[in-house]
Structure formats: structure tokens, C-alpha cells
């Protein structure tokens, strides 16, 4: 059974800054890509930050120049740099996980809190 743990969720003002880890149960290798997605009040969950096994990233345009998506695969983590913090970035983000090609495996954390708000 996967498991996705989020940390680094919390309280920060406009213009600050947070770094949000996800940590697998095993090796991330196994993952096609990972990702964070955020879900506000009253919102749809919305892609925010995905990497590929190969490195590659995608970006929501709202969060493009702010966010940094990383993964370090010998500690099974990926992490979110958030720089820049709006008030509309307040929401419950989400770590994400796939696997397979075809027949697809998707996998969730239970998500931390970020508010930004002075």
C-alpha cells in the first residue's frame, strides 16, 4: 500500500515563503510522475506543480516564476518551494502520485493546510 505524507503546511503572510515535502513509502522510481494539487474552499482541485521521473515539470501559469517542484529519490521525497505567497494561494494542497501506463494507479496524501493572510 503507497502512502503519501505532506508536511510543511501553516500560517504565512503575503509575500512569504513556504516549503511543503511529500514522503513516499517506498521508492518514488516506481512513480511515472508526482505532483501537488491544491483544493480551495468552495474549488475544484487544480494541478498546481508535477515532475516526471526524467526531471520534467509542468506548472499551473498562476504559480509559474513562484513555485519550485523537486524530488530527491534517495529520500523518496518531493517538495514545493513556495515563494511569493498570495492570498489566493490559500487552499489544502495535495500530494500526488501515478504509476502504470494504460491501466493507471493514482495516489493521494491527506493533504496540509497553507494560508496566506496577514
Known amino acids: 500500500q503507497v502512502q503519501l505524507v505532506e508536511s510543511g503546511g501553516g500560517l504565512v503572510q503575503p509575500g512569504g515563503s513556504l516549503t511543503l515535502s511529500c514522503a513516499a513509502s517506498g521508492s518514488i522510481l516506481n512513480f511515472n510522475a508526482m505532483g501537488w494539487y491544491r483544493q480551495a474552499p468552495g474549488k475544484q482541485r487544480e494541478l498546481v506543480a508535477a515532475?516526471?521521473?526524467?526531471?520534467?515539470?509542468n506548472y499551473a501559469d498562476s504559480v509559474k516564476g513562484r513555485f519550485t517542484i523537486s524530488r530527491d529519490d534517495a529520500k523518496n521525497t518531493v517538495s514545493l518551494q513556495m515563494n511569493s505567497l498570495k492570498s489566493e494561494d490559500t487552499a489544502v494542497y495535495y500530494c500526488?502520485?501515478?504509476?502504470?501506463?494504460?491501466?493507471?494507479?493514482?495516489?493521494w496524501g491527506q493533504g496540509t493546510q497553507v494560508t496566506v493572510s496577514s
Open positions: 515532475i516526471l521521473t526524467g526531471g520534467g515539470t
Open positions: 500526488n502520485a501515478r504509476r502504470g501506463v494504460g491501466i493507471v494507479y493514482i495516489y
